[in-house]
């Protein structure tokens, strides 16, 4: 987008009765949280969000981030204003890496959830085990202790298998 165009997301209408919520999140390699918080806000009484990351090869290739004064970071209070999300029970997120971006949304997503009880992540085909460890105990030390987390990884190409970090 160019520094010309409107924040479109302001004229979007409330969105009263969704109970599951499913996203392609397509970022190229812009920041996202701000545009997700705007829809969450619409739709508070939202019960299960499914978020799909899609990853393109040349975002994996080349991991670079837009400019401060791009479009993609408006509103820029998303990450310091509050949101209850008092009915989401239910999150599944696949195809994550674990970016910068990612990790600050999904720590919002996990205060704003206050009575959350399942998280599902599925890590990205091209994230190790060794990152895919260091990033669930990050989660983990986001999450609730009445929320129960689950991992999963690829082993091979199609085989996704569930995650489970040591300690």
Not at 83 to 104: C, D, F, K, M, P
Not at 140 to 156: D, I, N
Request: proline share 4%; aromatic share 10%; hydrophobic share 40%.
């Amino acid at each position: 987008m160019s520094d010309h165009q409107r924040y479109l997301m302001e004229d979007m209408p409330r969105l009263p009765y969704i109970l599951f919520l499913s996203i392609n999140v397509a970022a190229n390699e812009h920041s996202f949280g701000a545009s997700l918080f705007h829809v969450l806000r619409l739709c508070t009484g939202v019960r299960k969000l499914t978020l799909a990351f899609d990853v393109s090869t040349r975002q994996l290739e080349a991991q670079t981030t837009c400019s401060l004064g791009c479009i993609c970071h408006q509103p820029p209070n998303w990450k310091t204003d509050e949101l209850l999300l008092s009915h989401l029970v239910i999150i599944e997120i696949s195809a994550w890496r674990g970016t910068e971006n990612e990790v600050a949304f999904v720590e919002r997503l996990l205060n704003w959830a206050t009575v959350l009880k399942e998280m599902m992540i599925t890590f990205h085909q091209s994230v190790t085990e060794s990152n895919a460890e260091d990033l669930c105990q990050t989660l983990l030390s986001f999450s609730r202790p009445e929320t129960c987390m689950k991992f999963y990884v690829y082993r091979g190409l199609y085989a996704k298998v569930p995650y489970v970090p040591e300690g």
